[in-house]
């Protein structure tokens, strides 16, 4: 956001183009604040911070980066310090994060802090058995969890299983729920409780 909390490189107070071409965009017209972007990853790797990618999402100027993989509680340590660093790089640029999962109204993409969780028995042969017990304990629990089932390279489901890892029948499952302000910390602890421990409602 620029300093006025309007979406940096928005023209102010109107609307740029609708939301498609900026989904993994490039050039100056459509990957408004790689920058920005640029920097965090690179102060993020200097910090020692797990980061994996970046991409530019569907809405101009969202952005989205990868942390992981870690064990534990490590995961929501690593995701702390690579907001902080963000917050800082975004200084320099003069500009203000939102971690607002809406921070737009309208017709405008939210953002998430998908979550994607495994265990040493998942990413072993079948362990494909091992990822549908633990989405059966998520829905279990789900007036703590989830109200919607699981699907295969479903999007729009609470809890995907990507493509690869149901034709590879082992890997791990991704969690949509998580709005891009979560406090990771609970996160991290839910699906562990939930899954690893078996606790229930």
Request: charged share 20%; with cysteine.
């Amino acid at each position: 956001m620029d300093r006025d909390g309007w979406p940096f490189g928005w023209p102010k107070g109107g609307y740029p183009q609708p939301q498609g071409p900026f989904y993994y965009g490039i050039g100056a017209c459509l990957a408004l604040g790689r920058d920005l972007v640029e920097s965090h990853y690179k102060v993020c790797l200097y910090a020692g911070v797990n980061i994996r990618g970046t991409n530019a999402e569907v809405m101009p100027v969202q952005w989205e980066y990868q942390v992981g993989p870690s064990e534990g509680i490590n995961a929501a340590n690593q995701l702390w310090m690579s907001r902080y660093l963000l917050q800082r790089i975004a200084e320099e640029f003069g500009t203000q994060v939102s971690f607002h999962p809406k921070p737009i109204a309208g017709d405008w993409n939210g953002a998430g802090c998908h979550t994607n969780f495994s265990t040493l028995v998942m990413r072993e042969p079948n362990g494909i058995n091992a990822i549908h017990t633990a989405i059966e304990r998520l829905k279990a629990r789900h007036h703590t969890h989830i109200s919607l089932c699981a699907g295969v390279a479903n999007r729009g489901a609470s809890i995907r299983i990507p493509r690869q890892v149901d034709e590879e029948k082992c890997g791990y499952f991704e969690d949509r729920r998580p709005a891009s302000n979560c406090d990771q910390y609970a996160v991290t602890s839910i699906i562990v409780r939930t899954v690893c421990l078996g606790e229930q409602d």
